[in-house]
């Protein structure tokens, strides 16, 4: 069983119509996964109740989850900036979107079963702090609830942007293998997540890092993906894979520098889906995370779910859900498999030079940590 979770208090937390962060692009993956038949016996749709302050405390403060209840601007826990504005509901809003992860680790403890919350993902969020659309951390959250069953967690986030919230939190955790492939800080926000964090305590070797550089394509992600991640599995042989499958890598998303099309995206699903089956069970909590571009966000999760119930992803987009999307957006979506997009031979040279160099700098940090690793 996959449990899919969705409700319309997601399209609650709103940051304004200027916000990158559009809620409309949950509603309109979450009807197209219904379009494309995909609800059935074996996908089960669940709407989760908001987390209760006594969760939301396993990971963030009392004083942070009291500032978020004021619903007023305090840039001291990061509420107020450019990026995760104030805005009335917040506090229900972000409860909201945590719940989701959090029912979802709570019934992974429970049965052997996988989960996808879309709106799930908010990576960059601190135990003290709000940052980078990100409230309350719904990924830690998670883990930290599915550590009472499991003491091997594998957390994999292919978003565009480095997982720093999750990072930081199990930093120091040898329990959870954080990893997290992203566009190098070097180019884009959060400016972190590069080979050289790599745990700290008794937590060292256990926080891995590929940064990728600007303009990396499919093929720069599969080479960099399949040097680090199956030996990531065979090492650690993880109970379980927390993925944070942001979509933000895509070509046309409009705050990053990448180069991956949806059968790039797809691919690095597959793989995670293929190595969860193989070392844990098959147990996967997949979390929607980033993605700005509106035509690539709903094919992409829909080609996600197709992925972990052991499907290819489809070419066809429903008639009734394409008229829908060019009525609300006011132009088309894409469909898998999609197109690549040409960046010319000398980008190609240098893309291809700073990931042999990122590669043999991470294989050398982690050779004085775990040498067997690699």
Known sequence: MIYLYYSDRFLNYNFGPEHPLNPTRLSLSYKLIEDSGLLDERTEVLEPEPASEEE???VHTLEYIEAVRRE??????????????VFPGIFDASRAMAGGSVDAAKRMIEEDCSAFNIAGGLHHAFPTQAAGFCVFNDVALAISILKKRFSRILYIDIDAHHGDGVQQIFYEDPSVLTFSIHESGDYLFPGTGFVDEAGYGPGLGYCVNLPMPMYASDRDYSLAFEEVVPKLFDWFRPQIVV???GVDTHYSDPLTSLNLTLRGYAR??????????????????????????LPVVPPA?????????GE??????????VELFTNVVGY??????DIDLPIGTETEKRVSLELASTM?????VYARIHPELF
């Open 243 to 245: 993925a944070e499958l």
């Open 56 to 58: 939301l405390h396993l």
């Open 312 to 321: 290819e992803p489809t070419e066809y987009l429903p008639p009734y859900w």
């Open 360 to 364: 043999k700098r991470l294989k050398g």
């Open 72 to 85: 007023e601007p305090d840039l001291a826990f990061g509420l107020g900036s450019d990026d995760t504005p």
């Open 332 to 337: 088309v979506p894409l469909s898998y498999p």
């Open 268 to 293: 690095m699903v597959r793989r995670i889906v293929e190595l969860a089956e193989r070392h844990a069970g098959g147990r996967v909590l997949a979390l929607g995370g980033g993605g700005y571009s």
């Open 301 to 309: 999760w829909t080609a996600a779910l197709h992925l972990m119930r």
